[in-house]
């Protein structure tokens, strides 16, 4: 059974840090790539970050820019975000998903984790 576990959110002041980490299981995690997709409070699905199977070719949505970093552990099964610099708008539900190949936006992905909360504010 294929699972996707997010943790690492919670309560962080503007311009704090959070990292956030996507536990994944029940298939060969290294052979897919990855991608973090939020949920603003009342809002639509936004892309935030993707990367490849292999981890050397990554993207970002023009709002996380420079402030956030994807990155993966193959060995470990494991995906990360560190998000520095928060900012209230980055207030939402963080998902982890799985695709075939790296995919930019939110359609595509054939798994889902539950979710994580990530609240900016002070």
């Known amino acids: 059974e294929v699972q996707l576990v997010e943790s690492g959110g919670g309560l962080v002041q503007p311009g704090g840090s959070l990292r956030l980490s996507c536990a994944a299981s029940g298939f060969a995690f290294s052979n897919n790539a990855m991608s973090w997709v939020r949920q603003a409070p009342g809002k639509g699905l936004e892309w935030v970050s993707g990367?490849?199977?292999?981890?050397?070719?990554?993207t970002y949505g023009d709002s996380v820019k420079g402030r956030f970093t994807i990155s993966r552990d193959n060995a470990k099964n494991m995906l990360y975000l560190q998000m520095n610099s928060l900012k209230p708008e980055d207030t939402g539900v963080y998902y982890c998903?799985?695709?075939?190949?790296?995919?930019?936006?939110?359609?595509?992905?054939?798994?889902w984790g539950q979710g994580t909360q990530v609240t900016v504010s002070s």
């Open positions: 990367i490849n199977s292999g981890g050397d070719s990554i």
């Open positions: 998903a799985r695709s075939p190949w790296l995919r930019v936006g939110v359609g595509g992905y054939d798994y």
